[in-house]
């Protein structure tokens, strides 16, 4: 065992121990001893993001980037450590947790960048106009500013790239906003380790140290008091519907109301148009299998729902799918309650009427192996739990009759992630029939790929209508999703000398 843990929260610099601790629950390796988090350490990293928002709030552009660089060079540094406990907390294999490392540092520098070139500010300026009749105009100016500490939740299915360290804690620090991080329980060590990377680097730049903490496991009031601590501004989190949906709800009801901003899941549908299908539907049948499976398909762009055009090309895909899905050996799943819930949501598809079982496997503990499923247009339709998420392999295929019928489904879906259309040259009047729906009810639209691999970039939607996220302007990748956490602020007639320096 390479790495060390302190089995503590990390609270402003201060690795605290708690009075009721829990074991972890890897899917191989030696189990560990963690703190369980209270409201009176909520309150306590709370009230000390608050005292370093004085500082770090207005601090320089330069500063924070150069944390956030030293951040993902601590972070670097344990690579090891990180790979050796998350593999065994999780299950995932190396090059998985190697790649969503280098994801991880990567959005740290991104943002880095981001905030250095200044474009994120969107500085406006209109000048006085002290001779204008009927009235003269101001001096007005217009500069994005942080809005205070945020509260981020861990995901479950990245340790990394959407927990501790993950976009949106890197989003907030590099707007300006001190962080609290509730941790995940499904790899609690992968967490401190990514936490004693940060102290590190927050020490090394001198920063305010209640500009991080993290708070390990807990039980539910953990959450609910971090969503409703007076002193936290805004919400990121990733995570299940019902889950976010409470937390969303806590917060509108706050006596001042702040910003949820969950990523709570998506079908991610396929819609196959007729020539690609029939230039193309064994290709396409494989790679929808690949995709499918892919982490054990816990990913939250996973494509659950391949809509096809009923006949003998349907009949083929179908046919290559069930090859392809019963080739791939079973996997391990995040944890026992992903695996629980993996069986209940195929029971659940298996027992609705008008389901076809194609490929019927096991979910044996936390190892999972594929389920293949089609219904027709009509019955899907009818049925509304058939367009619910079930997080892990299971795919289901939708056979219409008609392209009427294929816009029939898609305008009932609900909000999603992605939403992919599988197109040849001779599909373009179909797929643009098809398009105002898709960008209605989906985040990011693509073509001839699958939504799973999800780029960090300035371009990138990592959101969509609800219940894919709970707003709808936002996303949780790439380096738009800073705004998520400024706000904009007019300054009239301000004095130069006296003007934020980044507006001077």
Not at 6 to 11: E, V
Not at 84 to 103: F, H, K, M, V
Not at 318 to 330: H, I, N, Q
Request: glycine share 12%; aromatic share 6%; with cysteine.
């Amino acid at each position: 065992m390479s790495y060390h843990l302190t089995g503590k929260h990390l609270i402003a610099g201060q690795w605290v121990a708690g009075e009721q601790t829990f074991q972890s629950e890897p899917a191989h390796g030696p189990a560990n001893t963690f703190p369980v988090g209270t409201p009176a350490l909520v309150d306590q990293a709370a009230k000390a993001a608050e005292e370093a928002f004085w500082s770090f709030g207005y601090s320089t552009r330069e500063d924070r980037a150069a944390l956030l660089n030293k951040i993902a060079d601590e972070i670097d540094a344990r690579g090891a450590e990180i790979t050796e406990i998350g593999t065994q907390e999780t299950g995932l294999p190396e090059a998985r947790l190697n790649g969503e490392r280098g994801r991880t540092v990567g959005q740290l520098r991104l943002f880095a960048s981001h905030i250095l070139a200044g474009d994120y500010l969107d500085r406006r300026h209109d000048e006085a106009l002290p001779d204008r009749a009927p009235l003269p105009r101001p001096d007005l100016r217009l500069m994005q500013r942080p809005i205070g500490p945020v509260a981020v939740f861990g995901a479950s299915n990245f340790p990394l790239a959407f927990s501790v360290a993950g976009g949106d804690t890197a989003a907030a620090l590099a707007a300006g906003c001190p962080v609290v991080v509730k941790g995940h329980s499904a790899h609690p060590g992968t967490g401190e380790i990514v936490a004693q990377a940060i102290d590190v680097a927050v020490k090394a730049c001198g920063v305010h140290p209640g500009v991080f903490s993290l708070i390990q496991g807990g039980k539910r009031d953990v959450g609910q008091s971090l969503v409703q601590h007076p002193l936290i501004k805004a919400v990121g989190f990733t995570g299940s519907l019902g889950g976010g949906r409470a937390l969303f709800d806590l917060c509108a009801q706050r006596p001042e109301p702040i910003p949820f901003f969950g990523e709570l899941g998506s079908v991610n549908p396929m819609f196959l148009l007729p020539k690609a299908m029939s230039a193309r539907n064994e290709a396409l049948a494989k790679g929808w299998a690949g995709s499918l499976t892919m982490g054990a398909g816990q990913f939250c762009t996973n494509p659950g729902i391949a809509v096809v055009i009923d006949g003998p090309d349907a009949d083929a895909f179908v046919e290559t799918a069930k090859a392809g899905l019963g080739d791939v050996a079973a996997q391990t799943m995040l944890t026992d309650g992903m695996a629980d819930a993996y069986r209940s949501g195929a029971k659940r598809i298996a027992e609705t009427a008008g389901v076809k079982d194609v490929l019927t496997t096991t979910c044996d503990l936390r190892n999972a192996t594929p389920y293949l499923f089609e219904t027709t247009g009509e019955n899907w339709l009818a049925n509304h739990v058939l367009g619910e998420e079930v997080f892990g392999p299971l795919g289901l295929v939708v056979r219409v009759k008609d392209m009427a019928q294929m816009r029939a489904v898609a305008k009932a879906l609900e909000g999603q992630l992605t939403c992919t259309l599988h197109l040849d040259a001779g599909d373009a009047a179909d797929a643009r029939s098809l398009m105002p729906i898709l960008e209605r009810k989906a985040g990011r639209v693509l073509a001839n790929g699958f939504p799973t691999g999800v780029e960090v970039s300035d371009t990138m939607v990592h959101g969509g209508p609800y219940p894919a996220s709970t707003n709808f302007g936002a996303t949780s990748v790439g380096t738009m999703s800073i705004r998520r956490f400024l706000r904009p602020v007019c300054y009239q007639n301000i004095p130069a000398d006296v003007l934020p320096t980044d507006l001077a």
